[in-house]
């Protein structure tokens, strides 16, 4: 598959709305469409404030299960599993301090897991409302849900999309607090995921 | 002039060593000071692992001093007007080495407990000796920093002490400058 590193925007605005527009035609009226994460590429890129500078980085994603329901989206389930300890950082102290003890504490919690309990149609996209449990804390979370589907596939192709969700967490929520002088609270994150249709 | 140690006086190697390691500690006392009071930021990470580098050797050399001088016994204390002024003397100076073995010893453990890795000198990964744990880094910090005000105390006892028994031929002050 053609991997799409860009956001989608621009030309790949026109090709989502594309999309959206053929997933409301084409979609099934009945049930929701299964998908599983296509291959390694998946990632959840962060970045906080780090002083006058940027910390950022990405997660791989090491599983995500979808159910979608393109007609009736409320009827759709997310949910998304990342590993802290395959992270990487713009420098790589940043990345030790981040999976050390005072912050993700990736030994005792090597994972982070997300579950959607609520998804609504917004825009072009949609809010996702869920349960994100990092460092063993579980919190809400919304993040903002849109399509795409990769570069050269059919617009009517359902079988492989990529979904990229965005959207911002306070660190201290989940008692990831350290160096607070230092480094920001808020946590932007930006997940592209390659998915693949399953039934 | 005299390598080792006589019975009368300190040779090269223990000269050195003291000044070095003096000047050393004087060095990291400011710098830990300052470090401790600033925030963390890509423009003054060096500073950090400067002071852990200096801090290193600074370990490795009190470790040299103290298996030098078990292989050349340095000259024994000069007798003092005062039986408990030799005996605080050498309180003070086993102190000195237990401090200067413990502060570098919890820097680095507290180091090591926060996940990151020790660089000597930017270039070498020093292994941790304390797992990554929260709690573990917090205590060696608070117990390094305690240390590190005992040993600015001892510090000051040492220098009036030193300085207390002259500076003029056959002092402690003169034997450890010239041998
Ligand atoms: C003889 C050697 C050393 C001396 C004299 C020394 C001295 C100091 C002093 C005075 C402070 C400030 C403490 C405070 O006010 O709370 C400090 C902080 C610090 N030291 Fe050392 N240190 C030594 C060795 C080391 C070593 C070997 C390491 C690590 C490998 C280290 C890591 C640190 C760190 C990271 C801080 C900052 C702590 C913070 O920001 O809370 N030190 N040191």
Not at chain 1, 7 to 16: E, K, N, T, V
Not at chain 1, 103 to 120: E, K, N, Q
Not at chain 2, 28 to 42: A, E
Request: overall charge positive; hydrophobic content about 45%.
């Amino acid at each position: 598959m053609t991997p799409l590193r860009r956001p989608p925007d621009g030309r790949m605005r026109a090709a989502l709305l594309a999309l959206v527009l053929a997933l409301l035609s084409v979609a099934p009226a009945s049930a929701a469409t299964h998908y599983l994460l296509d291959g390694s590429g998946s990632q959840v890129g962060f970045s906080t404030d780090f002083g006058n500078s940027k910390i950022t980085g990405n997660f791989p994603v090491s599983a995500a299960d979808l159910e979608l329901d393109f007609r009736d989206v409320a009827r759709s389930n997310v949910s998304v599993t990342l590993d802290v300890r395959s992270a990487v950082a713009s420098f790589p102290f940043a990345a030790q301090a981040m999976k050390g003890p005072k912050v993700l504490d990736a030994r005792r919690h090597p994972t982070i897991g997300f579950r959607s309990t609520r998804v609504r149609r917004s825009g072009n996209g949609a809010v996702i409302d869920g349960a994100l449990t990092l460092r063993g804390v579980t919190q809400p979370v919304s993040l903002y849900a849109v399509f795409a589907r990769p570069v050269g596939s059919d617009p009517g192709d359902l079988d492989h999309l990529i979904i990229r969700l965005t959207g911002a967490i306070q660190r201290s929520a989940f008692g990831a607090t350290g160096w607070p002088d230092a480094v920001g609270d808020e946590v932007q994150l930006d997940i592209t995921a390659w998915i693949v249709r399953v039934d | 002039m005299r390598f080792a140690n006589t019975a009368e006086g300190y040779g090269l190697l223990s000269r050195v060593l003291h000044w070095g390691i003096a000047l050393a500690i004087l060095g990291m006392l400011g710098l830990g000071t300052w470090i401790d009071r600033m925030t963390p930021d890509l423009s003054n990470f060096w500073l950090f692992g400067l002071h852990k580098s200096i801090g290193l050797t600074i370990l490795v050399l009190v470790l040299v001093r103290l298996a030098w001088h078990r292989y050349s016994p340095p000259p024994v204390l000069r007798a003092m007007q005062h039986p408990w002024e030799l005996y605080l003397a050498r309180t003070v100076h086993w102190s000195l080495y237990l401090l200067l073995l413990a502060i570098p010893l919890t820097g680095w453990a507290a180091s090591s407990a926060t996940g990151i890795d020790t660089l000597y000198f930017d270039h070498w990964t020093v292994p941790p000796i304390a797992p990554p744990s929260e709690s573990l880094s917090d205590l060696g910090f608070a117990a390094h920093g305690v240390l590190t005000k005992m040993l600015m105390l001892l510090l000051l006892l040492h220098i009036v002490g030193a300085l207390r028994h002259g500076t003029g031929p056959g002092s402690a002050l003169r034997r450890m400058w010239r041998g």
